[in-house]
């Protein structure tokens, strides 16, 4: 059970791209986009779902490898939901995770996870807080695993069925792209953004050299990027 997917740009197929993937991944990861979540962005957005404003946020966690990254999202969302004191309807918070390989999909859709798994990342308390234990392993509880859908998607795939999101997860991931795939899905993903729209990636990536359609943001230590033109 181990981090993102490491994706090679020459593979061409689905069978390829799975075999030579390599997965690694731990909850709340560099933790500083997580607390720009929980602090800025994720307040901001559900107060506008709070006044009619918005009906729907969409977070995408693309190469989400066996969950850690959605589900650290999805805590995020029950925490300043709790701070809020506000219940949200079901469906009007959506969490995608994509990732291209069956097996760590198929880890993610269960849940549950070992010890191990467990001690990479989890923040102090939480693990009590929003898993249930049962036996060697831990259970998301199932309000959180309800928030997140999991679905294979390859990056190298056109977006449009993924629709619109809010916010878009792509760390550490990019950077085993050769440069001009990394523009044509920087470009794509910009596509897929609503006006102000924000995109996370990993803390030792740019988007400099890259794309000019994004705006880049700061908060706390996390640097983060927002689709030009529009704001929150």
């Not at 990536?205 to 700061?218: A, G, I």
Request: charged fraction near 20%.
């Amino acid at each position: 059970i181990l981090k993102e997917n490491l994706y090679t740009p020459l593979a061409l197929n689905f069978g390829r791209l799975s075999a030579i993937t390599t997965n690694e991944t731990l909850w709340f990861r560099d933790q500083s986009p997580y607390k720009t979540l929980v602090e800025k962005v994720l307040p901001e957005l559900i107060t506008l779902l709070r006044t009619g404003k918005q009906k729907q946020i969409r977070i995408w966690s693309a190469a989400c490898s066996t969950g850690q990254e959605p589900y650290s999202i999805a805590m995020c969302v029950q925490e300043v939901l709790s701070k809020l004191n506000y219940h949200v309807p079901a469906g009007a918070i959506e969490i995608i995770g994509t990732d291209i390989s069956d097996s760590a999909l198929q880890i993610a859709r269960m849940a549950r996870y070992n010890g191990l798994a467990m001690s990479r990342g989890m923040l102090p308390g939480y693990k009590e807080k929003y898993f249930d234990e049962q036996g060697t392993v831990w259970q998301i509880k199932p309000n959180l695993q309800a928030m997140v859908k999991f679905q294979k998607f390859n990056l190298q795939e056109r977006l449009l069925g993924l629709g619109k999101f809010d916010i878009v997860f792509l760390r550490n991931v990019a950077i085993y792209f050769s440069d001009e795939f990394k523009e044509k899905l920087f470009k794509k993903i910009h596509t897929n953004l609503n006006p102000g729209g924000l995109l996370f990636i990993g803390s030792s990536e740019s988007l400099n050299r890259y794309s000019t359609d994004y705006q880049l943001q700061e908060y706390g230590k996390c640097l983060y990027y927002q689709t030009k033109g529009g704001q929150q």
